[in-house]
């Protein structure tokens, strides 16, 4: 049996730049504390030294893959830490060379020496890999994780437990709809009746009770809308040395002409109220998108959908179904984070949600893919149909790459989250206006597609920095 992936693992809240980059890392480092903490105790620990392999040491300073190991060591939790206060503890860390292990034990931190950047080397399992060594006065303790993509983590010892247990009996629990591929997913559809939204349901409402369910799908939307609220109305410019000056607030400014607003809600009403226009809800989705992108660049509070790197695509694509497509409810929203989850889980068990290991494609495209199945069963109520969105949205992001210029996560990645919301909504309407039935790739053959075309693709377009605009653009490697 695979194991279940939930809905709130596709959209976790994290901590931008990167969930490989950043909130992985970040994980891994909270991970090994609760190593030490059960098997050598806290104050035993003389110094702890992180190594960066592959990709992890390629643009890890850009995606602030430094910052999350020193975050997670002394015990931050993405979900709660205050984001305005990151800056001001790694500054102190790298002044006072002293790191204090989950907030209490301090140890000598010299950040040149105690994290090391190896990106001549890298592990087998996967291009993200980090180790962190333990060492206490009688032994060194060696602790390596990969981080998977969209913030999914595994240690060596996951790995080791999997390949074990390939004739073991599973402890997963059973779900009543349990889908690896399309067709299975399909199946219970057709079996049932039930949309794609409620088969993800009834299987969270195996680990998860109805109103506990809601409660969490609700605040998952809502930190999407306070992102898009707070990169709306955020001005300046991005760090990390490229000089981007943020969009969002001036297109905000501009679409809304001046008007006065107080608060979310109103500002949301004034938004609606605009009017239908093709160039203004184009605009609209856009700024949205790059709101997101924005505050995920800035090291702000930002939901994996399914990764941060296409953090905008989802919620800009979100927000166009309640504003401008009248999707206004609880349940609207609640089914729309349902279905574009069930696509992600899709596109990790065929292939990957790691740009690391298939380039843009696997951001991007699988989010931009998400959304485009969830506006349709928005606005058709068809699952075949919704696959069908699905489907053509990713074919038309397949052999994207990753070159992030300075290694940083914002160009391209800022505008080409406004680039996945703009295709998704072409995708779910051609897939409104098309018949399924007579569709010629089905949605199995192109996540087949996008990993043949991820093992095809050269290295340097996968989360590196070594190819396409990164190598084009002369900017040296930005400091965090
Ligand atoms: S280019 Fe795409 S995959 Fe690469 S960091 Fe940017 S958004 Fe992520």
């Known amino acids: ?48 030294k992180v190594l960066l392999y592959g990709s992890l040491a390629k643009t890890g300073k850009g995606h602030g893959t430094d910052m999350a190991v020193m975050m997670g060591l002394m ?10 206060l990151i800056m001001s503890k790694i500054n ?33 399992h996967h291009p993200n890999a980090l180790s962190f060594i333990v060492q206490t006065e009688l032994e060194a303790f ?74 969490e799908l609700d605040h998952i939307w809502q930190t999407m809308l306070d992102c898009i609220y707070k990169g709306c109305h955020t001005e300046g410019t991005l760090p990390g040395g490229l000089q ?35 160039k203004y809800i184009l605009d609209w989705v856009s700024c949205f998108a790059l709101a997101v992108n924005e505050e995920n660049a800035s090291f702000g509070r930002v939901v994996t959908a399914p990764t941060n790197g296409a953090a905008g695509v989802i919620p800009s694509v979100l927000l166009y179904t309640i504003l401008f497509c009248n999707k206004n ?82 160009i391209p990645c800022i505008e080409r989250n406004t680039m996945g919301a703009i295709k998704a909504i072409t995708a779910a309407q051609l897939a409104l206006q098309s018949k399924p039935d007579f569709a010629l790739v089905s949605l199995d053959k192109v996540i087949h597609t996008m990993w043949n075309t991820a093992q095809d693709m050269n290295v340097k377009y996968k989360e590196t920095a070594d190819g396409g605009l990164a190598i084009q653009i002369p900017i040296a490697l930005a400091e965090c």
């Not at 931009?368 to 058709?380: F, I």
């Open 1 to 48: 049996m695979e194991k279940f992936i939930s809905v709130f693992d596709m959209f976790k809240i994290a901590v931008g730049p990167s969930s490989s980059h950043t909130l992985g890392p970040w994980v891994a480092a909270r991970r090994c504390l609760d190593k030490i903490q059960q098997s050598i105790g806290l104050e035993n620990v003389l110094s702890v």
């Open 75 to 84: 015990g931050e939790d993405p979900i709660t830490t205050d984001t305005q």
């Open 92 to 124: 102190a860390i790298k002044m006072n060379h002293s790191l204090l292990l989950n907030g209490v034990h301090a140890l000598l931190f010299i950040y040149e020496d105690h994290i090391q950047f190896l990106k001549d080397q890298s592990l087998p």
């Open 142 to 215: 060696t602790f390596t994780y990969y981080s998977i993509g969209g913030g999914f983590i595994e240690s060596e010892m996951d790995i080791a437990t999997k390949l074990n247990q390939k004739n073991a009996v599973s402890e997963e629990k059973e779900m009543p709809f349990n889908f690896i591929t399309t067709n299975d997913l399909l199946h219970w559809c057709m079996k049932t009746g039930m949309s794609i939204s409620d088969i993800i349901r009834e299987n969270e409402k195996t680990i998860l009770e109805e109103t506990l369910l809601n409660k």
């Open 244 to 278: 981007v000056r943020r969009r969002a607030f001036e297109l905000n400014k501009k679409l809304l002409k001046d008007q006065h607003y107080t608060d979310q809600k109103s500002w949301l009403d004034l938004i609606q109220k605009g009017g239908t226009d093709f």
């Open 329 to 410: 409810t609880p349940s609207a929203i609640r089914n729309f984070l349902c279905t574009a989850s069930a696509i992600g889980i899709l596109f990790k068990n065929g292939a990957t949600i790691s740009a690391a290991m298939g380039g843009c494609q696997a951001e991007i495209g699988v989010s931009s893919a998400m959304a485009a199945a969830a506006l349709t069963e928005a606005l058709g109520d068809n699952q075949k149909q919704s696959l069908m969105a699905a489907e053509i949205a990713m074919e038309h992001h397949l052999g994207l790459t990753c070159d992030p210029v300075g290694g940083l996560v914002q």
